[in-house]
């Protein structure tokens, strides 16, 4: 029996943003759910969709900070489909720092090209105060520590695993995505409802929506367990 768990948020009116961080209050839409036509009074039911590559749970590429790099629609769907293991640690407390020596302590085996899921429990707090701005963060040597797995995407229940864009270093912003990016490693995050998948280890799909020429967009993730 397979056993298939949505790991990927809801999109809603109220969602959390972006626009939390310092700088990006004026860049980052909110997301936007509007009713343009009723089966009332036009015989169809059609809604309006105001959002950006950002919104809510997403896959992102590395042409996110890294110029020339590839776009999200240049990859090929079996890159979105990838065997795929869980990373559980202890519950994080807020604004948490995650190092190396964490992860190596829980970390479970994990094969070059597989998916691999670090789950700090944070995805309880998908849309409460604070989900951005308090969310646990990496230090430089936990994302060294994830790359030498050689993973095919990393994905994270956490909206940002740089502190310094909550705090405004402006100097830092993108380091650690950019360790990702640059070795060709996909981003999903994100995520929720890692406590519920039982098993370590299974098939991850995060299939974004097919936009042409952008770093990311928004994705429903799935991870499959096999009994």
């Not at 105001?50 to 992102?60: A, D, K, L, Q, R």
């Not at 990859?75 to 990373?87: E, Q």
């Not at 402006?170 to 890692?194: I, Q, S, T």
Request: proline share 6%; with cysteine.
């Amino acid at each position: 029996m397979k056993r298939y768990v949505e790991v990927s948020g809801r999109l809603e009116n109220g969602l959390w943003s972006y626009q939390a961080l310092p700088g990006l209050e004026k860049i980052i839409p909110e997301v936007r759910i509007e009713t343009i036509a009723t089966v009332r009074h036009n015989d169809f039911f059609a809604s309006r969709l105001t959002m950006c590559t950002i919104s809510g749970t997403y896959v992102e590429a590395g042409s996110h900070i890294i110029e020339g790099a590839k776009t999200l629609d240049q990859y090929r769907l079996t890159d979105f489909i990838k065997p795929a293991r869980v990373l559980r640690l202890p519950r994080q407390k807020a604004k948490a720092l995650i190092d190396e020596k964490l992860l190596a302590a829980h970390a479970p085996a994990i094969r070059p090209g597989e998916a691999i899921l670090v789950a700090t429990g944070w995805g309880r707090m998908w849309n409460k105060p604070g989900y951005v701005l308090d969310c646990p963060n990496f230090t430089k040597g936990a994302i060294a520590w994830l790359l030498k797995r050689k993973p095919a995407i990393c994905g994270f229940d956490v909206p940002c695993i740089e502190s310094s864009w909550s705090q405004d270093v402006v100097e830092e912003k993108g380091g650690l995505l950019g360790m990702l990016f640059k070795k060709n490693v996909l981003l999903v995050a994100p995520l929720v409802n890692l406590d519920k998948v039982r098993a370590d280890k299974g098939t991850l799909y995060c299939l974004p929506l097919p936009v042409v020429g952008t770093s990311g967009a928004p994705a429903r993730v799935v991870f499959e367990e096999k009994a």
